[in-house]
Structure formats: structure tokens, C-alpha cells
């Protein structure tokens, strides 16, 4: 049968400026990743959405490629097999990483290759207690992609990362806790719940700070001081007009909380 388009690898729900994209099935297929794709990039083109959520289901949040579909590829065509990375992964974990508003990944279950590299994608990290990790790829004999190399590295620093992808050997949510690999670790049947108030609260937030935080953090690690300091400069002055700002100043003379409006 022919690849018909439809929403069945991935759905959407809208609540509160909260967007949550939920992951249908656990490996990612050529068209669960296009759809994934269009669903980031549907969030990013809607105003109304202040944060977003990215959650699997079931037992599994993403194990990265499904590899009987990756099988199938290499017994027909090898070549075109392995030109996904650049075609299709780069940009989802593009467009993941580039959205403008905060990103909240609950981490419902396994996690593990590309799929942990799309949670890495993310800002803050909620995971279900017991739910285990993995780099992976070593494994099957390839390198790192969706910028999992990078993102370990960054967050926890070259020498684990070197031993989390050389020994690809799984492990535990709480463990990701303490690596800061994950924010909150919480009972499985609570993850969603979690990971959604949590966005909620920074959909209610300062929406233009929220975008100029992500975007000295995109480059704070590489750049020089004085290129930092000239980001943050012209940012704050930027951000010195917005409605929130000034909201949120007579709310602190006030002895009020603030109500943004995200402008």
C-alpha cells in the first residue's frame, strides 16, 4: 500500500499554550520521523503555543531507528539506508533544538539511540523512575547521530561521553539524574502530568526572555566572552520593551505576582 499521509506515528494536543506532540511508536520509520517533523514544525509556526511537550507511549518514550525497517533498507539499498541521517535526522533534531519556546521532554521509558538524542534536544527532562538509557550505537556498529555526541559532552562532560558511547551499556533514569542528564525523576504513571505542569508554568512565563535564554545557552559554550557579553547585551535591551518586562517590574513594586502575557 502506498505511504498515505495521516497523523498515525505521531498526535498533538493543545492546552493552555501548551503543546504536547506524543510519539505513537517506540522506533522511528521514515514516516514517523516526517511526521514527527511536521509536527515540530507546526508548534514552531503557531503563536499560540508558549511550550511544548514531547512524550512517547506505552513502555517505550523513542529507541531510536526501527531496525527491520533499517534492514530491509540495507539488504536493498545500503546507500539510501544510510542517507537518513542527513535528510531526515539533522533536520528533525534541527527543528526540536531551534524551537523558541522551552521544551519539556518526559521521558515515559526506554530511551535510547537517536532517541536519546532527540531527548537531549529538549530543555528540561522529566523521566519515569526505573526507565533506562542508552547511547546504542557502538552496539549495532555506528558512530553517534542527532547530535548525541555533542550533547553528552555538554552535558556531561568528554570523558563519560566517550565511555556512554564507547560502552554502550544501559542505564537507569535515577542515574541520569545524577549525570544531569534528566531534571526530575518521577513514578512512571506521573511522568506526563509532571513534565505538563511544568511547561505550563513556563507557558505562563516571560515568553521573550524564555526565547533569549535558549538562544545565549545555543552558543554560550563555544563563544568567546566578549561575544557573550554582546548577545546578552543586545538581547536585554531588546528585551528592556517588551509588555512582560515592564509587567513584571510594577508586579515587584507592587508586592504582586506578575501575569505575562508572553509580549
Known amino acids: 500500500m502506498p505511504d498515505v499521509p495521516g497523523p498515525e506515528t505521531v498526535s498533538r494536543e493543545d492546552a493552555g499554550g501548551v503543546a504536547t ?13 516526517r511526521e514527527l517533523l ?17 512524550t512517547g507511549t506505552g513502555r517505550a518514550f ?8 533499517h534492514v530491509e533498507a540495507l539488504r536493498g539499498d545500503a546507500a539510501s539506508s544510510l542517507s537518513v541521517v ?31 538524542g532527540l531527548a537531549l534536544a529538549g530543555d528540561l527532562r522529566v523521566a519515569a523512575a526505573g526507565a533506562k538509557f542508552t547511547t546504542a550505537f557502538a552496539g549495532i556498529g ?5 547530535a548525541l555526541a555533542s550533547r553528552l559532552v555538554h552535558c556531561v562532560g568528554g570523558s563519560r561521553a566517550a565511555e556512554l558511547l564507547l560502552l554502550p551499556d544501559p542505564f537507569l533514569a535515577e542515574t541520569a539524574a545524577q549525570w544531569g542528564l534528566v531534571h526530575r525523576v518521577v513514578e ?18 516571560p515568553t521573550a526572555a524564555h526565547r533569549a535564554i535558549k538562544t545565549v545557552l545555543a552558543t554560550a559554550a563555544t563563544d568567546s ?18 509588555a ?20
Open 38 to 54: 511536521d509536527a515540530v514544525r507546526g508548534v514552531a509556526a503557531d503563536d499560540a503555543v508558549r511550550a511544548v511537550v514531547l
Open 62 to 69: 523513542c529507541v531510536g531507528q526501527d531496525l527491520g525497517e
Open 188 to 205: 512512571p504513571e506521573r511522568v506526563l502530568a509532571e513534565a505538563q505542569a511544568l511547561a505550563a508554568r513556563l507557558a505562563a512565563g
Open 225 to 242: 566572552l566578549e561575544d557573550t557579553l554582546a548577545l546578552e547585551a543586545r538581547l536585554q535591551t531588546e528585551l528592556g520593551r517588551t
Open 142 to 146: 555506528l558512530s553517534s547521530d542527532s
Open 244 to 263: 512582560d518586562h515592564r509587567e513584571a517590574v510594577e508586579a515587584f513594586l507592587a508586592k504582586r505576582p506578575p501575569e505575562f502575557t508572553g509580549r
Open 21 to 33: 506532540i506524543t510519539m505513537l511508536r517506540a522506533g522511528l520509520t521514515h514516516r514517523s520521523r
Open 86 to 116: 542527513e535528510e531526515q535526522y539533522n533536520p528533525l533534531v534541527l527543528a526540536v533544538a531551534g524551537l523558541r519556546v522551552p521544551v519539556v521532554v518526559a521521558v515515559n521509558g526506554a530511551c535510547a539511540g537517536a532517541g536519546l
